[in-house]
């Protein structure tokens, strides 16, 4: 018992270092771009583009791009996969919070299983539930906003002489 709490006191790593300005005014512009693509396209088209989980997604691709997490088939896999788990415990479950907590376990065995994991889309199952959302959601905003979202990373971050995104695609 007293190694399991001496854990709560952390080991004496190190902070990483903050960035130098030049990529932190890279980060700065990706995020703008893409969570401005969005919002554009949400906006022109009239349809919900915008899943609460995107903003996370785009902390991932443009500040840890070269991790797992930020390759596209995590990041369209993982949202899809997760929301379509919350969309099957939500209607066929049904609306009740351990049906929430259990959609939610799921979707993240799944994600592991299928090998997209991805930790944004880790929250769309109680987004689903808190929406009480239909089966539309999974291709809008769900596939379609995390498609988008890699295609701006994919184009914003190669402008970068010091990144190379995606590492693999499948």
Wanted: aromatic share 18%; charged share 10%; glycine share 8%.
């Amino acid at each position: 018992m007293l190694s399991y709490l001496e854990k709560f006191k952390g080991r004496s790593a190190s902070q990483p270092n903050v960035p130098n300005i030049k990529q932190l005014a890279f980060i700065w512009l990706g995020g703008l771009f893409a969570a401005g693509c969005v919002g554009f396209l949400a906006y022109y088209t009239k349809q919900p583009l915008i899943l609460g989980s995107f903003g996370a997604s785009i902390f991932v691709l443009f500040i840890l791009p070269d991790t797992p997490f930020a390759q596209p088939r995590n990041v369209i896999g993982g949202h899809f996969i997760s929301t379509l788990i919350g969309l099957l415990f939500f209607h066929f479950v049904g609306p009740e919070w351990w049906s929430m907590a259990l959609a939610l376990a799921t979707a993240l065995t799944s994600m592991q299983l299928f090998k997209v994991a991805h930790p944004p889309a880790g929250s769309n199952p109680f987004i689903v539930f808190l929406v009480s959302a239909n089966w539309e959601f999974l291709i809008m905003p769900t596939l379609i906003g995390s498609v988008v979202l890699v295609l701006v990373a994919l184009f914003y971050n190669n402008l970068s002489k010091d990144r190379c995104y995606p590492k693999y695609w499948w």
